[in-house]
């Protein structure tokens, strides 16, 4: 029986979890939010729900037969240590297979604008495979292609703000 206004977030300490979360809540819904174990940041919504990664089968019962699953794990900062594959896409696929485990056939998925096949950079690569892996997932889903997302605490007005006070 789906749980009509229970919906499951991960990176859910993340900015755009965190800001959605509290927007998903104070409209009715019932949040879950799955937390990496280790994380100092707590949410301020809902229930958490620590994990180590999004395979354990406990997260299965706890998430099961929630109206949907808004993925925001990702990884867009680029270094010379960017692990875009394991973060965007590998997480992506175990997002997906936690969806079928817990019988959640929705999801709902931040993506990039500028994200295409034909894209030469690693993280716009990693967000388009992410993307396929939905598509063909046989899940419902819903794709959605954000610009820069800015708002209080959110982390390229922190690195602009360095930045130019570096520059200074």
């Avoid at 280790?38 to 089968?57: H, P, Q, Y």
């Avoid at 997302?149 to 922190?158: E, F, V």
């Amino acid at each position: 029986m789906e749980r009509l206004k229970q919906v499951v977030i991960t990176g859910a300490n993340g900015f755009i979890g965190r800001n959605v979360g509290k927007l998903v809540s104070k409209n009715g819904f019932d949040v879950l939010g799955i937390v990496r174990k280790g994380k100092k940041r707590t949410i301020t919504f809902g229930r958490a729900i620590v994990s180590k990664n999004l395979s354990e089968d406990s997260l299965v019962s706890s998430i099961k037969d929630s109206m949907a699953l808004l993925h925001f794990i990702g990884k867009g900062r680029q270094t010379v240590y960017s692990e875009y594959e394991n973060v965007n896409v590998d997480t992506t696929r175990d997002t997906i297979r936690l969806c079928k485990r817990a019988s959640i056939k929705k999801i709902i998925y931040i993506s990039g604008l500028g994200v295409d096949q034909k894209s030469t950079l690693g993280y716009f690569i990693s967000k388009y495979k992410a993307e396929q892996e939905i598509i063909k997932s046989g899940l419902d889903y819903t794709i959605l292609r954000a610009s820069y997302i800015i708002g209080k605490g959110d982390p390229l007005s922190k690195t602009l703000n360095t930045q130019i006070r570096r520059r200074l």
